[in-house]
């Protein structure tokens, strides 16, 4: 990954505007900052959150609070807790994400 042409800045999350994203069960709340190609979240998910999509959308995912449960398309788990991460290539891994007990995750795609 090459980064260029952004400026330094800093973010403060407690004023970056808040999306609600509905999944098959629960939903999501997004942050997100784009700059130039990259996009930079801070996503909520509530309690019994299960994702309406299988994502081929390469991400790195660090989970700040709760547990996040990723399934791959072949049947693979991973149970990310806070401090734990992941990262996986466009189009590389179809995956979908759940929580039972919630998470809030920062992730760069």
């Given at each position: 990954?090459q980064?260029s042409?952004?400026?330094?800045?800093?973010?403060d999350?407690?004023?970056?505007?808040?999306?609600?994203?509905t999944?098959?069960?629960?939903?999501?709340?997004?942050?997100?900052?784009?700059?130039?190609?990259l996009?930079?979240?801070m996503?909520?998910?509530?309690?019994g959150?299960?994702?309406?999509?299988?994502?081929v959308?390469?991400?790195?995912?660090?989970?700040?609070?709760?547990?996040?449960?990723?399934?791959l398309?072949?049947?693979?788990?991973?149970?990310?807790?806070?401090?734990?991460?992941y990262?996986?290539?466009?189009?590389?891994?179809?995956?979908?994400?759940?929580?039972t007990?919630?998470?809030?995750?920062?992730?760069?795609?």
């Open positions: 990954m980064i042409d952004i400026p330094f800045g800093t973010t999350w407690d004023d970056v505007p808040k999306t609600d994203h999944g098959e069960t629960g939903s999501a709340t997004w942050q997100t900052r784009q700059f130039g190609p996009r930079v979240r996503v909520t998910y509530t309690p959150y299960l994702a309406d999509h299988w994502c959308k390469g991400h790195i995912l660090l989970c700040l609070e709760g547990e996040l449960e990723t399934e398309a072949d049947g693979r788990r991973f149970t990310l807790k806070p401090g734990m991460s990262q996986v290539a466009d189009n590389a891994e179809p995956h979908r994400s759940s929580t007990t919630g998470a809030r995750l920062f992730i760069v795609d």
